[in-house]
């Protein structure tokens, strides 16, 4: 069954330090890898896309993440957090076979510590 | 500004009570989607439209009704709301360049929400 997870409902790090928001998948085919942000009271904003390419993405507000085929992961990184990273993140991911939805992660809520 | 908006944004209503939830993009956008999010189960598809005239269902279609008159519009109708539709509500739409294995990579933008409870 196609399926993307995100293994930690909650991520802490202190502001200034790098962090990571893990997500991994089960799909068949090539994957298109999508990590969306969700504020608090406000709808969710994309961040980034891994369509083909480069393994490395780089995304908005300094956010990047890298696509592993041989792990099925593509985990969510920025080098030095701020506190205004804290928010919901979705990782969703759309397979081949199927053109019309995505797959979504149940988010990982990110909390940045001053 | 391109933007997708929703309308209400919070609604308390009754069990039984017909309501509408609006949504509009000014994108020109062929798709359109329904979500609703919940503690626990993240985010969930209701219905979704690839353009006028044609919609489909999604993970959750149950006591929901679409319609696709106007590529902008897409209103999610709950024809008879129970509490067990008190949630947070979503739409989104992207471009969609058709057929079924192309287009697939097109980010969504996503309204504002529109939280809603049924007592």
């Known amino acids: 069954a196609q399926s993307v997870a995100q293994p930690e409902d909650q991520v802490n790090v202190a502001e200034g330090n790098p962090l990571t928001v893990k997500c991994t998948y089960s799909?068949?085919?090539?994957?298109?890898l999508f990590w969306y942000v969700q504020y608090p009271n406000r709808g969710l904003q994309f961040l980034l896309k891994?369509?083909?390419?480069d393994n490395l993405v780089k995304g908005s507000y300094g956010f990047e993440a890298e696509f592993n085929k041989s792990q099925t992961s593509f985990h969510l990184k920025k080098p030095s957090a701020l506190v205004s990273d804290s928010a919901l993140y979705f990782c969703?991911?759309?397979?081949?076979?199927?053109?019309?939805?995505?797959?979504w992660g149940l988010g990982t809520s990110l909390a940045v510590n001053p | 500004e391109a933007q997708v908006t929703q309308n209400p944004r919070y609604l308390i209503t009754v069990t039984g009570k017909k309501l509408t939830v609006t949504c509009s993009q000014n994108?020109?956008?062929?798709?359109m989607s329904w979500y609703r999010q919940d503690p626990g189960l993240g985010l969930r598809q209701i219905y979704y439209s690839m353009n006028v005239e044609v919609t489909d269902k999604g993970d959750v279609p149950e006591g929901y009704k679409v319609s696709r008159k106007e590529k902008r519009n897409f209103p999610l109708i709950l024809e008879s709301p129970s509490p067990n539709q008190t949630s947070l509500y979503f739409c989104?739409?992207?471009?969609?360049?058709?057929?079924?294995?192309?287009?697939?990579?097109?980010?969504?933008?996503f309204g504002p929400g529109t939280r809603l409870t049924v007592l």
């Open positions: 994108m020109n956008h062929e798709y």
């Open positions: 799909v068949s085919g090539n994957p298109y």
């Open positions: 969703a991911v759309r397979y081949a076979g199927n053109n019309r939805k995505l797959i």
């Open positions: 891994y369509i083909t390419g």
């Open positions: 989104a739409s992207s471009l969609s360049s058709g057929g079924l294995n192309s287009g697939s990579y097109n980010e969504q933008f």
